[in-house]
């Protein structure tokens, strides 16, 4: 079965950087569309970037616009998302997911994908 695993995440302080990654067991990342979200205590999970699987189009929420990155490495089969100049308002629980089938866009919506993993922790904290 397809199995989505983020890693990465880590205590940073204002201002600092962290790469999170993404893989899958069972699925070739390069076929699927890909979106990153992340989960505030107390807040709604919201979407942050996503990447499409053939023209690997982007898209971004205006929070994160201009400092986060997502890319794709498809011979180490991975998604990243890069994040520079972090604030503690980017404090959250991270999550990566996977559409139900091989859509090749990607749209910011969390309802809209199937596979998620579970989660990495990104702390923004002086």
């Known amino acids: 079965q397809l199995q989505v695993v983020e890693s990465g995440g880590d205590l940073v302080q204002p201002g600092g950087s962290l790469r999170l990654s993404c893989t899958a067991s069972g699925a070739t990342l390069g076929s699927y569309a890909i979106g990153w979200f992340r989960q505030a205590p107390g807040k709604e999970r919201e979407a942050v970037s996503c990447?499409?699987?053939?023209?690997?189009?982007?898209r971004y929420a205006d929070s994160v616009k201009g400092r986060f990155t997502i890319s794709r490495d498809n011979a180490k089969n991975t998604v990243y998302l890069d994040m520079v100049t972090l604030k503690p308002e980017d404090t959250a629980v991270y999550y990566c997911a996977l559409p139900l089938a091989y859509p090749s866009s990607c749209i910011l919506s969390k309802y809209w994908y199937h596979y998620w993993g579970q989660g990495t922790q990104v702390t923004v904290s002086s």
């Open positions: 990447i499409s699987s053939r023209d690997e189009s982007t």
